[in-house]
């Protein structure tokens, strides 16, 4: 079945270090690929997402690009700060049974950034 | 603020409690999820609703058990729970019926079993 893998943490950068989380998945269909961000305390939100090759996503400094041919879905972000400091996750979605939104996540990369 | 609340925030029970947990969506959504995250292992999906139908449920056991009365709200029983089963606990909501249709969260149950 259709599944994410994403790169183990922790990762930990100083402030203003480029940041690269890999993701790759594996899909039989036409997935839409996005990355959620779980900060301390509180439930996963949308960060980014593409829905079809060559797509990025972009939003808050972060950008990740649909890459089909490598199957990647790498996150980067130019320039990190603190406030960066979260639990990111790598997810495809595809249409499964009963029409349900089939959502698979990654283990999750933790990201700690010191000032 | 993403549109999901989740009532209560925090919860401890003994093994032979009974508590419910509330989850209510203002997005306007048609599906609805429950998760299980648990330290230093992946988000579990448990169950999914849509248009009030479980159309999903992977294999959780029945001490757990949900309730989907609309579209809006969904519940999660719980019953005679055992340790393992404390974990922060997650609802989200979507449309329904398109890959590109992204999942939004709520902020969680943190449950303790004692």
């Known amino acids: 079945g259709d599944s994410v893998t994403q790169m183990e943490g922790p990762v930990t950068l100083s402030e203003e270090a480029f940041l690269t989380i890999n993701c790759t998945y594996t899909?039989?269909?036409?997935?839409?690929l996005f990355w959620y961000v779980q900060y301390p305390g509180e439930g996963l939100q949308l960060l980014l997402k593409?829905?079809?090759?060559?797509d990025k996503g972009s939003n808050k400094g972060f950008e990740a690009t649909y890459r089909k041919e490598t199957t990647s879905f790498h996150l980067e972000k130019g320039s990190v700060q603190v406030s960066d400091s979260a639990v990111y996750f790598c997810a495809l979605s595809d249409v499964g049974d009963y029409n349900n939104n089939d959502m698979r996540f990654g283990a999750g990369t933790r990201l700690t950034v010191k000032p | 603020e993403t549109g999901v609340t989740q009532t209560p925030r925090h919860l401890v029970m003994g093994m032979t409690n009974k508590k419910s947990l509330k989850c209510e969506q203002h997005?306007?959504?048609?599906?609805m999820y429950w998760y299980k995250q648990s330290a230093k292992k992946p988000l579990e999906l448990m169950f999914v609703y849509n248009f009030k139908e479980q159309t999903e449920n992977n294999s959780v056991p029945s001490r757990f058990s949900p309730e989907c009365p609309n579209s809006s709200h969904l519940f999660l029983h719980l019953h005679t729970l055992q340790p393992e089963d404390s974990a922060l606990y997650l609802c989200?909501?979507?449309?329904?019926?398109?890959?590109?249709?992204?999942?939004?969260f709520g902020p969680g149950t943190r449950l303790t079993v004692t």
């Open positions: 899909a039989t269909g036409y997935p839409s």
């Open positions: 997005l306007g959504h048609n599906a």
């Open positions: 593409a829905t079809k090759a060559d």
């Open positions: 989200a909501s979507s449309r329904r019926g398109g890959a590109d249709y992204e999942q939004y």
